[in-house]
């Protein structure tokens, strides 16, 4: 069985990898899209529609920044669990790091891809505060590339599922495609 390793867990998304990869991969197709359609199809405002240097290096650079910027900003995420609690800092939590325990979650439910959405996430409720107020739904979020699957049993969803599980053996995970056989369909088996 997959078990987390340890009680101790770190993890920052997009990682440098992910980062390196997919902007030399958005490079790289902007310069061969540049190549081929170099302005257009007719190009009207260009007086030679043939690549050129000049066109090929902005389009790839304001493309690459772009997929950077995406990357640093609208993906950052920071979680660290260090036995059963629990500290998250993304763009949902406004770059402020949200810490709460495991026994504080009420219900963990799976949101799953949309209509041309390759963002999935794991939304945590959590008990009301002790003065009545509401508490805040903790999203943890993973890019779904190929198979929604494998994004669904990334490293983070794991350790997070496994933390609450150890402190509340009995919860499962809510609206888990019909399809999914992974680790988090019981999360009892994380512990």
């Not at 304001?62 to 763009?91: E, N, P, W």
Request: with cysteine; aromatic share 10%; net charge positive.
């Amino acid at each position: 069985m997959l078990k987390p390793s340890g009680t101790t867990f770190s993890a920052h998304r997009p990682t440098a990898r992910q980062l390196i990869l997919t902007t030399v991969l958005v490079s790289l197709a902007l310069v061969l899209i540049s190549i081929l359609f170099p302005a257009g199809p007719t190009a009207p405002w260009l007086p030679d529609p043939k690549p050129t240097l000049g066109w090929t290096l902005m389009l790839s650079g304001v493309g690459t920044l772009f997929a950077f910027v995406m990357l640093c900003f609208m993906g950052y995420q920071r979680v660290h669990i260090d036995g059963s609690a629990i500290r998250v800092k993304s763009t949902a939590t406004m770059f402020r790091w949200q810490s709460f325990d495991a026994s504080e979650v009420r219900a963990i439910r799976y949101t799953g891809t949309g209509f041309q959405n390759m963002s999935i996430c794991l939304h945590l409720r959590l008990a009301p505060a002790a003065n009545g107020d509401a508490r805040v739904v903790v999203p943890f979020a993973s890019t779904s590339w190929w198979s929604e699957s494998a994004t669904i049993d990334n490293a983070v969803y794991l350790v997070v599922v496994a933390a609450v599980a150890r402190v509340q053996p009995g919860g499962v995970v809510g609206n888990l495609p019909a399809d999914y056989e992974g680790p988090l369909r019981t999360p009892a088996v994380l512990i």
